[in-house]
């Protein structure tokens, strides 16, 4: 089986003159192809310089590596800024996730988000998942993916090993 390995990118570190020199650097120190990475930025750090972040994001699918807008909704996106970017998959912020339990307009927001990422040929991650509930809603509403203590709470390298090696039907 083939893993994806996401790591957050900050603000500071992608305005690094060399940040694709570091990333092709370690991807060849790791051997690691770069269709396994998936990068999470946050839609403020796009915000700032539009046609730079652009122009990196392009240069990183060059190199087949995935791309997400970490924290989706909790920033100001430009919705005609949104639909250029090659980015795959949007992340919503757990503050949206935590309600859904309850009969909330959270949930309409959820929806809305998951709609607009399904329109532009995206996938819907949801951090902050804990509970079946949030899992039965979260499909329901057509959501991909989840991340949160739900499905496990942080591990060692010697834990996820485990986890992965036990297969886990979730």
Avoid at 119 to 124: A, D, E, T
């Amino acid at each position: 089986r083939h893993l994806t390995i996401a790591v957050n990118i900050s603000v500071k570190q992608f305005a690094q003159t060399d940040l694709l020199r570091q990333i092709d650097s370690i991807l060849e120190e790791t051997g690691l192809d770069g269709k396994f990475l998936k990068l999470e930025i946050t839609e403020s750090t796009i915000v700032g310089n539009y046609q730079a972040a652009k122009a990196v994001l392009e240069e990183l699918r060059n190199r087949r590596i995935q791309l997400s807008i970490d924290d989706f909704g909790t920033g100001y996106s430009s919705l005609s800024h949104l639909h250029r970017l090659p980015v795959d998959m949007l992340k919503i912020d757990r503050s949206f996730v935590d309600p859904i339990d309850d009969d909330s307009d959270e949930r309409e927001i959820v929806q809305a988000i998951v709609t607009l990422a399904h329109s532009l040929n995206m996938q819907v991650i949801a951090e902050g998942v804990e509970t079946a509930v949030h899992v039965a809603q979260l499909r329901n509403l057509g959501c991909e993916f989840g991340q949160g203590y739900y499905f496990s709470k942080p591990l060692d390298c010697e834990g996820c090993t485990e986890t992965i090696a036990s297969d886990p039907q979730w």
